[in-house]
């Protein structure tokens, strides 16, 4: 089955503009997470989807970040307007749903701002 | 608390086993997971384990767990060079992945 896909796979923008990351998770998948990983660190978890509704955003610097999921399936995360510290891998995770279940991971999108 | 803890680098020789060790903080941990992460790619799902067990094999990775002691650890049998990556544990507690920083393994010839 295909796995999860994101696109691009690398942006470089300057401080203050504005970005915007896509994420296509694995089909039938009913849960989607966006994730920031800072060089040298592990995952932090930004926001939660189950379907197109938000389970967890606490994470998410909301003043900057948005993320929606539509139609339940595909979903976009933007950043307006970056800072530096953004800079970042943003990664993209799925799951079928429900306590327990795996979370598959994308390729990531790797954010250089300067 | 979801502190999740690794040691950050290990070196070990090709075709030696290697012993990634972590620890979490979180007692009500349903699940704990290792990841593999090379260069440039995202997360591989490597294994996982229910907190009610305390050892897992599959293949060439053992995973044992110590829920007393809230220790994690992943011994990779007969380490090859395709095994160089960062390896990450990872927690579950409700939805939520909690992951630690990650150890780079190096597979040295």
């Known amino acids: 089955e295909a796995g999860v896909a994101q696109s691009p796979r690398y942006k470089i923008i300057e401080k203050r503009q504005s970005v915007a990351f896509w994420c296509n998770p694995i089909s039938g998948h009913a849960t989607l997470y966006w994730y920031q990983q800072i060089l040298g660190q592990g995952p932090k978890l930004l926001i939660q989807?189950?379907?197109?509704?938000?389970?967890?955003d606490s994470q998410l610097p909301k003043d900057r970040f948005s993320a929606e999921r539509l139609k339940g399936v595909d979903s976009t995360l933007k950043i307006q307007p970056a800072k530096l510290e953004d800079s970042a891998v943003y990664l993209c995770?799925?799951?079928?749903?429900?306590?327990?279940?795996?979370?598959?991971f994308g390729p990531g999108t790797r954010l250089l701002v300067l | 608390g979801e502190d999740v803890e690794q040691s950050l680098f290990l070196s070990v020789r090709e075709g030696d086993s290697s012993v990634i060790n972590c620890t979490y903080t979180?007692?009500?941990?349903?699940?704990l997971y290792w990841y593999k992460q090379e260069p440039g790619a995202g997360l591989q799902l490597l294994t996982y384990?229910?907190?009610?067990?305390d050892m897992k094999q599959d293949q060439r990775l053992t995973v044992l767990l110590n829920k007393k002691d809230k220790h994690l650890s992943l011994r990779i049998a007969d380490t090859q060079t395709g095994d160089s990556a960062i390896y990450f544990c990872?927690?579950?507690?409700?939805?939520?992945?909690?992951f630690g920083a990650g150890t780079t393994v190096t597979v040295r010839a």
């Open positions: 990872a927690e579950r507690s409700d939805y939520k992945l909690s």
């Open positions: 995770a799925s799951s079928l749903g429900g306590v327990g279940e795996t979370q598959y």
């Open positions: 979180d007692s009500s941990s349903t699940y």
């Open positions: 384990i229910f907190s009610n067990m």
């Open positions: 989807f189950q379907n197109n509704g938000v389970v967890d």
